[in-house]
């Protein structure tokens, strides 16, 4: 059986974020090998390895919408580019939404986002919380679509063409 893939993207901007980095390397599935961990750090310097998996900077987007797809569960940011890419895949995606008072973002734009999202496949963890245990059997399980959905608001999309040109 192949292993579950955990993928984790804690974005592209000059902001450490420590927070997203303790809770990972506190993950007891972090130091499982049956897990395959990709870890994305940006501007992060992690400091434990995964039992299995990479750590890298930064990937191009085409390698990231890939890994994106085959994961299993994505822990992320709360980026709108990230949001979006998670929606057109289905993921079960666990937001952790950087903020100003640990220094991981220069506002709390992260804040406003996380308020309005969250339903069975997307949970956030806020400064508050504690992290979620991850559930290795629920990991393989997780069904993996081969190509994104279409999540365009079209009626969004004509109010904002007219505007525009009208």
Known sequence: MARPLILVTMGTNDYPFTRLQQYIEQEPLYHDDRCEWFVQTGASDVGMHPAYGEVVKLIPRAEMENL???SALVISHC???SLNLMLQYKK???FV???SQYGEFSDDHQLQ???EI???RISVVYPEDDFPVLNYQELCEQEVLPAPVDITNYDLARVIN???TG
């Open 68 to 70: 994106v797809r085959r």
């Open 79 to 81: 980026g709108i580019g």
């Open 92 to 94: 079960k995606v666990i």
């Open 97 to 99: 939404p950087r903020v």
């Open 113 to 115: 986002i996380a308020n």
């Open 118 to 120: 969250g339903n069975r």
């Open 162 to 164: 007219f505007k525009l």
